[in-house]
């Protein structure tokens, strides 16, 4: 599967943006998907991720209560819903899918194909 992602943009602090991740070249259902991001000058993290039929999914602690991951797998596409924004989620944000695990994982390691990344940019 080749993945894109969309829905980067700048926004002030309190602020909301919707990140897509459309696959093509396989059906997304057989892939349990995760969200990354890198800041400047940071590793890559785990964000979130959701198991193959959506009724799975993991956060990290610091996005819990205002982050929400999500897919339609009708559209081959997953979600990521970014609410009450704060500088520190400056990054540019990958999506990643990972075709073999029987569970979602935080570790990069298990996802074999990513995104090329979007630029989301909050300001105080």
């Known amino acids: 599967v080749q993945l894109q992602a969309s829905g980067g943009g700048s926004v002030q602090a309190g602020g909301s943006l919707r990140l897509s991740c459309v696959g093509s070249g396989d059906m997304m259902r057989n892939y349990i998907m995760g969200w990354f991001r890198q800041a400047p000058g940071k590793d890559r993290e785990f964000i979130a991720t959701i198991s193959r039929g959506g009724g799975s999914t993991n956060y990290v602690d610091f996005v819990k209560g205002r982050f929400t991951i999500s897919r339609d797998n009708a559209k081959n596409t997953v979600y990521l819903q970014m609410n009450t924004l704060e500088p520190e989620d400056t990054a540019v944000y990958y999506c990643?899918?990972?075709?073999?695990?029987?569970?979602?994982?935080?570790?990069?390691?298990?996802?074999?194909?990513w995104g090329q990344g979007t630029q989301v940019t909050v300001s105080s």
């Open positions: 990643a899918a990972d075709r073999f695990s029987r569970t979602g994982s935080t570790s990069q390691e298990q996802y074999r194909t």
